[in-house]
């Protein structure tokens, strides 16, 4: 619901947080700091809410989750959804009002009785489990039946928010509202398993002075065209990065930090060590 920050962060609902910033830690690692499960630490997903609105709606307005508004069949925002700076991303939700034949989407329904069913529904609620569901295959593609450990919730948060498609189109003319308002894009399922594919990270170089360093980025990211390079020291390595391929050429003994990003959320950083 509608809650103020501090109701949100210290009032009554400040526990609420707080277990979601320890789940995010924690999740699938043991007592010793070792990774058990499938990824290491949580990623948390709620709804955006239904009210219409661009006020913070918490839980989803946590900056410890991953919020999600909605869009109708067309793409469109649908016309319930919040929406904000604080949201996200979005995902296919519904809009009922828009087409009642065909603008819900399929989802399951217990009646009062207790009987069980399918019925055409709307709301952020239908959003939200489609990027739950995608993030559950993205671990589940990543650990693959070898059970391949090193997965992280901050990888896959990276991977997620680095993966959507544009709404920019969709946010346009009596839409217009909405524009960078319903998150980064619109969930990708595709693109999340290409993308988490290559989302390891970039190993340490260790090069001598005058000596240079190649590495192919096309390895661990899923577009090069897209990547810029920040350097923490520069009076230690020099940096090009041409058609994917990047090389570090060491100027002088020392260690410093090479980050690559993709524009979106990934932000991979190569160790460099200059002998």
């Known amino acids: ?33 070792v990774q058990t499960g499938p990824m290491a630490g949580g990623i ?57 034949s065909y603008g819900g989407i399929y ?14 529904m709307q709301g952020t609620s239908m959003a939200c489990p489609h990027v739950s569901g995608a993030c559950a295959l993205a671990v589940s593609y990543y650990y693959g039946t ?21 709404t920019d189109s969709f946010c346009a003319g009596d839409y217009a509202g909405y524009k960078g308002m319903i998150g980064v894009g619109a969930l990708d399922t595709y693109k999340l398993l290409l993308t988490i594919a290559k989302i390891d990270g970039i190993p340490a170089q260790t090069i001598a002075a ?33 058609g994917g391929t990047m090389r570090i050429k060491g100027l002088r003994k020392g260690e410093t930090t090479v980050i690559v990003s993709d524009g979106g959320a990934i932000r991979k950083p190569i160790g460099v060590t200059v002998r």
């Open 146 to 166: 070898q059970k391949r450990k090193g997965l992280t919730a901050e990888m896959l948060r990276q991977a997620l928010l680095s993966s959507t498609q544009s």
């Open 1 to 33: 619901g509608t809650l103020s920050d501090s109701e949100w962060t210290r009032g009554t609902y400040s526990a609420l947080s707080r277990a979601i910033q320890y789940f995010n830690k924690y999740a699938g690692i043991d007592e010793n700091g």
């Open 210 to 242: 005058g000596e240079s360093a190649t590495l192919d980025l096309g390895s661990y990211f899923l577009a090069t065209n897209v990547l810029t390079y920040t350097i923490a020291d520069s009076s230690i390595v020099e940096v090009s990065l041409s």
């Open 107 to 120: 989802s399951t329904s217990v009646a009062a009785d207790g009987n069980s069913g399918y019925e055409s």
């Open 44 to 100: 948390v997903i709620f709804a955006a809410g239904n009210d219409a609105s661009n006020e913070n709606c918490y839980p989803a307005a946590d900056p410890n989750v991953v919020s999600v508004a909605s869009t109708g069949c067309m793409g469109l925002p649908s016309s319930f959804t919040n929406y904000g700076k604080w949201v996200s991303m979005s995902a296919p939700g519904g809009d009922l009002s828009r087409d009642g």
